[in-house]
């Protein structure tokens, strides 16, 4: 069984910076893929940012150049967030995957979510 576990979650002002981290634990697992999605009330799930183990990173426009996805040699991955906005108010999600995309469909295993709520 393979558990992911998200940290990192707050109240932060506008402007202002969190880093939620993301660990899985359980069974031996290396994931091709690992991502960051985010839902907020009454919106679909969407794609915030993935890092392939090769090193390929991907984000969404909405947070290009403020985000910044990382990951350790322990199945560990991070989501750096800059200058935040209202708009990223959201329950961020952790996955983890076979397959680099940026579809939650083609990620196998979740964690259970952070809240992250960005005041104006």
């Known amino acids: 069984q393979v558990q992911l576990v998200e940290t990192g979650g707050g109240l932060v002002q506008a402007g202002g910076s969190l880093r939620l981290s993301c660990t899985a634990s359980?069974?031996?697992?290396?994931?091709?893929?690992m991502g960051w999605f985010r839902q907020s009330p009454g919106k679909e799930r969407e794609f915030v940012a993935a890092?392939?183990?090769?090193?390929?990173i991907d984000y969404a426009d909405s947070v290009q150049g403020r985000f910044t996805i990382s990951r350790d040699s322990k199945n560990t991955v991070y989501l750096e967030m800059n200058s935040l906005k209202p708009e990223d108010t959201a329950v961020y999600y952790c996955?983890?995957?076979?397959?680099?995309?940026?579809?939650?469909?083609?990620?196998?295993?979740w964690g259970q979510g952070t809240q992250v709520t960005v005041s104006s």
């Open positions: 359980g069974r031996a697992f290396s994931p091709y893929a």
């Open positions: 996955a983890g995957g076979r397959v680099f995309s940026g579809r939650s469909d083609d990620y196998d295993y």
């Open positions: 890092s392939a183990s090769g090193g390929t």
